[in-house]
């Protein structure tokens, strides 16, 4: 059993910043790939920053200059620091991780998401 755990959204004037933070724990051998997803009301979840373990990141081009992910191995942990924040950044952010565990199955797992809502 894996779990990932979010927390850092919360509501901020145009122009802030947050950092989420993603925990991962449970039955993990390996985590492959971590990466933050956003959904707003009406749109399809999206892809916004991701992570390898060795550090390889791939940004959307609409948070490109703005967000920054990282990761710390030895915590399961991955950040999303998000700077000059803009209305339409307003979303459940989600965590999705790719992790190999004990019994060497790898799959993709998802937290349950965090608000982050961006007034003008």
């Known amino acids: 059993q894996v779990h990932l755990v979010e927390s850092g959204g919360a509501l901020v004037q145009a122009g802030g910043s947050l950092r989420l933070s993603c925990a991962a724990s449970?039955?993990?051998?390996?985590?492959?790939?971590m990466g933050w997803y956003r959904q707003a009301p009406g749109k399809r979840r999206e892809l916004v920053a991701s992570?390898?373990?060795?550090?390889?990141?791939n940004y959307a081009d609409s948070v490109k200059g703005r967000f920054t992910i990282s990761r710390d191995n030895a915590e399961n942990t991955v950040y999303l620091q998000m700077n000059n924040l803009k209305p339409e950044d307003t979303a459940v952010y989600y965590c999705?991780?790719?992790?190999?565990?004990?019994?060497?199955?790898?799959?993709?797992?998802w937290g349950r998401g965090t608000q982050v809502t961006v007034s003008s």
């Open positions: 999705n991780a790719r992790i190999t565990d004990w019994e060497l199955s790898t799959s993709d797992y």
């Open positions: 449970g039955s993990i051998m390996r985590i492959i790939t």
């Open positions: 992570i390898t373990s060795r550090g390889s990141t």
